[in-house]
C-alpha cells in the first residue's frame, strides 16, 4: 500500500507540457476512431455537445468543427492547464464555439437539460464515483440526448510479446495507482449497467483494439506513455525503482525487435440515449 498523495487540480498521469504533447499525439492516433463513433451515435451540426474530462481540447476541437458556428461544445475539466492549453488551442484554430468549465466532475454544478450529446473519452477511469458523474451526465442531457463513451473496458488486455513478468507487474501497479485514487480501470464494462439504471436506452457497443509491430505509427501511442509511467509510478510507490528500470529495458527490447507484437488495451464505445 502507499500513501501517495496528488495535488487537488492533478490527475495521476499528470498535466504538464510533456503530458499535453502526449495527449495530442493520442488524439491524432485515435482521432479516426472518435469520429468513427460520433457517426455511429448520430452527432450533428448545431448540437450543444459536452465534452467531460475534455483536456486540453484535442477531442473538443474536432467536436467543435463537427457541430460548426451554431452549434457548442462545453469542455469541462479539474485541470487548470489543460484548459488554458484547449483555449489557446481554440483561439489559434479560430475556434469560437468551445466554453470552458474548470471543475471536478464530483463537485460539478450539472447545467440541466442543455445538451444534445455527451462525450467522455479516457476520463471515467479516473473518476472516484462514474456512477454519479453519469446521473450528472443525465442531468445535463435534453430528452432524446445521446451519451457516448470511448473507455477502457480492461486494462490487462493490453500485451507486448514476446512478453516478461516485468511487464505484467507494470500493468498490475498501472491498475492499482488507478484504483488507489478511486478509479477504476475496467469501467467500460460497467457501464451499461448503470446507463440502465439511469433508463437510457441502449445503442450500439464497438470494441477497439490495435495491434502494431515496432515502427509502425499506432506503436508510438502507448509507448510516449510507457517511457515516461514508471518513474511517475516508482515515484508514487506503485513500482520497485528496480522493476521501473528493468520495464525500460523490456521495452527498449521489444522496440528494436522487428517481430515484437504490441495489442493496445481494450477500449469500448458506448453509447446511449436518455428517454424522450
Ligand atoms: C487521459 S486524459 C483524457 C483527455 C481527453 N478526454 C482525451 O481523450 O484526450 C483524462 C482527463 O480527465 C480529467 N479528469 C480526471 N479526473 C477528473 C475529475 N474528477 N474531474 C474532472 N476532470 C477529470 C483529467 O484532468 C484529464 O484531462
Same mark, same amino acid.
Given at each position: 500500500?502507499?500513501?501517495?498523495?496528488?495535488?487537488?487540480?492533478?490527475?495521476?498521469?499528470?498535466?504538464?507540457?510533456?503530458?499535453?504533447?502526449?495527449?495530442?499525439?493520442?488524439?491524432?492516433?485515435?482521432?479516426?476512431?472518435?469520429?468513427?463513433?460520433?457517426?455511429?451515435?448520430?452527432?450533428?451540426?448545431?448540437?450543444?455537445?459536452?465534452?467531460?474530462?475534455?483536456?486540453?481540447?484535442?477531442?473538443?476541437?474536432?467536436?467543435?468543427?463537427?457541430?460548426?458556428?451554431?452549434?457548442?461544445?462545453?469542455?469541462?475539466?479539474?485541470?487548470?492547464? +489543460?484548459?488554458?492549453?484547449?483555449?489557446?488551442?481554440?483561439?489559434?484554430?479560430?475556434?469560437?464555439?468551445?466554453?470552458?468549465?474548470?471543475?471536478?466532475?464530483?463537485?460539478?454544478?450539472?447545467?440541466?437539460?442543455?445538451?444534445?450529446?455527451?462525450?467522455?473519452?479516457?476520463?471515467?477511469?479516473?473518476?472516484?464515483?462514474?456512477?454519479?458523474?453519469?446521473?450528472?451526465?443525465?442531468?445535463?442531457?435534453?430528452?432524446?440526448?445521446?451519451?457516448?463513451?470511448?473507455?477502457?473496458?480492461?486494462?490487462?488486455?493490453?500485451?507486448?510479446?514476446?512478453?516478461?513478468?516485468?511487464?505484467?507487474? +507494470?500493468?498490475?501497479?498501472?491498475?492499482?495507482?488507478?484504483?488507489?485514487?478511486?478509479?477504476?480501470?475496467?469501467?467500460?464494462?460497467?457501464?451499461?449497467?448503470?446507463?440502465?439504471?439511469?433508463?437510457?436506452?441502449?445503442?450500439?457497443?464497438?470494441?477497439?483494439?490495435?495491434?502494431?509491430?515496432?515502427?509502425?505509427?499506432?506503436?508510438?501511442?502507448?509507448?510516449?506513455?510507457?517511457?515516461?509511467?514508471?518513474?511517475?509510478?516508482?515515484?508514487?510507490?506503485?513500482?520497485?525503482?528496480?522493476?521501473?528500470?528493468? +520495464?525500460?529495458?523490456?521495452?527498449?527490447?521489444?522496440?528494436?525487435?522487428?517481430?515484437?507484437?504490441?495489442?493496445?488495451?481494450?477500449?469500448?464505445?458506448?453509447?446511449?440515449?436518455?428517454?424522450?
Amino acid at each position: 500500500m502507499t500513501d501517495a498523495q496528488l495535488e487537488d487540480d492533478d490527475y495521476i498521469i499528470g498535466t504538464d507540457a510533456v503530458e499535453i504533447a502526449r495527449l495530442g499525439q493520442q488524439h491524432a492516433i485515435w482521432r479516426e476512431s472518435a469520429l468513427a463513433g460520433w457517426r455511429r451515435a448520430g452527432l450533428r451540426p448545431g448540437m450543444t455537445v459536452m465534452d467531460v474530462g475534455a483536456g486540453p481540447g484535442y477531442a473538443a476541437f474536432d467536436l467543435a468543427r463537427l457541430v460548426g458556428p451554431q452549434g457548442r461544445v462545453i469542455a469541462v475539466d479539474q485541470a487548470p492547464g +489543460f484548459l488554458e492549453a484547449l483555449q489557446t488551442g481554440a483561439e489559434a484554430r479560430g475556434l469560437a464555439n468551445i466554453e470552458t468549465v474548470e471543475s471536478d466532475l464530483a463537485d460539478f454544478d450539472w447545467p440541466e437539460g442543455v445538451c444534445d450529446a455527451v462525450w467522455s473519452r479516457w476520463c471515467l477511469s479516473f473518476v472516484p464515483n462514474a456512477a454519479g458523474v453519469l446521473a450528472g451526465i443525465d442531468r445535463a442531457l435534453k430528452p432524446g440526448g445521446i451519451f457516448i463513451a470511448q473507455e477502457y473496458a480492461d486494462y490487462r488486455t493490453f500485451r507486448i510479446e514476446p512478453c516478461e513478468p516485468v511487464f505484467e507487474r +507494470f500493468i498490475e501497479a498501472v491498475r492499482e495507482s488507478w484504483m488507489h485514487f478511486g478509479g477504476d480501470p475496467e469501467i467500460a464494462r460497467r457501464l451499461p449497467v448503470m446507463m440502465s439504471n439511469l433508463g437510457w436506452q441502449a445503442g450500439p457497443m464497438t470494441p477497439i483494439v490495435h495491434a502494431a509491430r515496432p515502427g509502425e505509427w499506432v506503436w508510438t501511442w502507448p509507448t510516449a506513455w510507457l517511457e515516461q509511467a514508471p518513474d511517475r509510478l516508482a515515484e508514487l510507490g506503485f513500482l520497485d525503482r528496480d522493476d521501473a528500470e528493468a +520495464f525500460r529495458l523490456f521495452l527498449h527490447a521489444r522496440q528494436q525487435d522487428p517481430v515484437s507484437l504490441m495489442v493496445t488495451p481494450m477500449v469500448l464505445e458506448v453509447v446511449a440515449s436518455k428517454p424522450r
